[in-house]
């Protein structure tokens, strides 16, 4: 057997490197995760989650604190019910610089359209309008889940969690049979599936009143108005998305990776807030974002694009000093580092040729670091400085963190963005680091355990660093 090369850098199968103890605590985090990302699958959700584990662990909102900020002092921002600033003080002043991860809690689905109830056919269906990247193919012939807020007239607020008990109904997007998708097969995939024709059932049932010209569609309103109060006109100030009805499992006869929906960038939020949570009384101030509409551009004022966490800063810089000014708040940012949590894509076995091997990211060789983002020449990449990867690297070689690097898929292939830039605008250094997917994007993402052991281990290291 070849002895291994002490100059030689590869990657390693996390497993291997773990003793019983840990073994067990990857397996238990596991768990954990797949208990959260259940209940977590919209941003409000998530954040709703987020804000409620902060409480319980002690966090107070930041307009409740009083009197100047001392070590151990535990105060969070949330931002319109879909982003959330958590700030654990730590024993050296705020203004020499704070540690800072930011993960993004949206993801993928299908929104239901402003004026979304429609009657075709004998049938009511749901216009929808889908929201990030998406294989639109991937999201017919799914039962589905529908979620969100209705805020009525009266300006009640109406919360909706239909078709993920198992006596709830579901919503589906029905698809051809394949005796009569010649046409459709002869296609290319995006021209094949329009998103317009992204329409989910939601009944069939016409009520009696031969009156009605839209008999289905009046009955769905209907049990809408029994059900929640609400009347049609109300749907124009909703907020409803449609996701997949299926409950997180493992995957694999070993139990070794985790299938769920919203892993991307969930599985990363996860890591972050069970990290921040374990901390006493770190050197630096440690700072976690919750920030929402990643997938869309990071727009709108939930979005890293937007002011709410200079926002967050500079409440925290007057509440800790009594006072505050602009130049205070650019040299704390600029003195501050970060990590952007979120994921990479990891090799497909079936799918091998859109990566390059020596710079793709495995499913269980740990946490993942990715130097870039961006697409063809780095485009809208944030690309680390090497100083600053090295500190990284150090600090997680210091911590036992297993970790590897990986960049999405080959230099022409595509590629994709994150909120690391964003961050870097700010001044501070930044690097991408969170766990490997497969099938991301897709209704089901598979993570491995190990990875998100690895994720939780480096996160918690960053913030003691």
Known sequence: MTEKSEFVY???NVWEYLNKEEKEAALH?????KRYIKHAKTERETINITREFAENNGYK?????TGQLRPGDRLYQEIKGKALVIALIGEIPITNGINIIGAHVD????DLKVHPLFEQNGLALFKTHYYGGIKKYQWLSLPLALHGVVIRGDGLKINICLGEDDNDPVFTITDILPHLAKEQMDKKVLEAFPGENLNALCGSLPIELNEVKERVKESILGILNRHYGIVEEDLLS???ELVPAIAPRDVGLDRSMIGAYGQDDRVCAY??????NELERPVNTAIAIFSDKEEIGSVGNTGMYSNFFTNFMAELLNKNAGQYNELMLRRT??????LSADVNAAVDPGFEDVMEKNNAARLGCGLVITKYTGSGGKKGANDAHAEYMARVRKIFNDNKVIWQTGELGKVDQGGGGTIAYMLAN???????CGVALLGMHSPYEVSHKADIYMMYKGYQAFYNS
């Open 107 to 110: 993801s993928p689905r299908l």
């Open 333 to 338: 940012m600029r003195l501050s580092q970060a």
């Open 238 to 240: 909703a907020e409803l």
């Open 426 to 432: 700010l001044g501070m250094d930044v690097v991408d």
């Open 271 to 276: 890591g972050v807030l069970k990290a921040i």
């Open 29 to 33: 985090i596991g768990e954990n995760f």
């Open 61 to 65: 909102p930041i307009d409740k604190i």
């Open 10 to 12: 590869s990657k390693k």
